[in-house]
């Protein structure tokens, strides 16, 4: 089993678009268009996030428990270790959580399809602010090569994570810290610039 994340993000404004191309290549399609929640926990005093590690309970087709170490970008790829196993109890694994003194700090969703061609797989993820095109692989050049396989400037790699974008944005604009939601951000579409990102397509 790989353990080691290693992806970049890039922020698109036709997602459709990229999906188009993604069906002309004939790539597989390994997960269709699934509505995903997110809660991300952490100690009281924060010392997760303060190192860099994060706690992730994800709920989608399934209920996975994930932890991911600090991370680093190299050669314009963003590496970490990544650690997952799949829960069949989500409620009762947020309560163990919670037991064991973790506190929910954040909920946040997306919808997200994935595909699936040569070592890499290319996830497009709608978020409530904006799309993003995620494509992970075995090393910084081969992802380097199916972003512009794809149609996409891998020089518009997108440096943060989804939270960190949505920290970065609602430092300007108050929404709840803790609610990344479709509903918290109804009617709010941020710019490329409010997100401090420029569109790789």
Do not use: W
């Not at 290693?6 to 069906?23: N, Q, S, T």
């Not at 996030?49 to 428990?65: C, F, P, S």
Request: charged fraction near 30%; hydrophobic fraction near 35%.
């Amino acid at each position: 089993m790989n353990e080691q994340e290693i992806e970049v993000k890039l922020y698109v404004r036709d997602l459709k678009k990229i999906e188009l191309r993604l069906l002309e290549l004939k790539v597989q399609l390994i997960q269709p268009r699934v509505h995903e929640i997110n809660f991300r926990y952490d100690l009281p005093d924060g010392s997760l996030r303060a190192k860099g590690q994060v706690l992730r309970l994800r709920n989608d087709t399934n209920a996975i428990l994930t932890y991911k170490g600090p991370g680093n970008i190299v050669d314009g790829v963003f590496s970490r270790t990544e650690l997952e196993i799949t829960i069949g109890d989500l409620e009762t694994a947020q309560r163990v959580l919670e037991a064991l003194g973790y506190v929910q700090i954040l909920i946040y969703e997306k919808y997200r399809t994935i595909y699936k061609i040569n070592d890499c797989h290319i996830m497009l993820d709608e978020l409530p602010y904006g799309d993003f095109v995620e494509i992970e692989g075995s090393d910084a050049s081969s992802i380097r090569k199916m972003a512009l396989h794809i149609g996409l400037g891998f020089e518009f790699a997108v440096g943060a994570g989804y939270t960190k974008l949505f920290e970065n944005y609602n430092s300007k604009h108050g929404f709840p810290p803790s609610d990344l939601t479709f509903d918290a951000l109804r009617g709010k579409k941020p710019s490329p610039e409010e997100l401090n990102v420029r569109p790789a397509d």
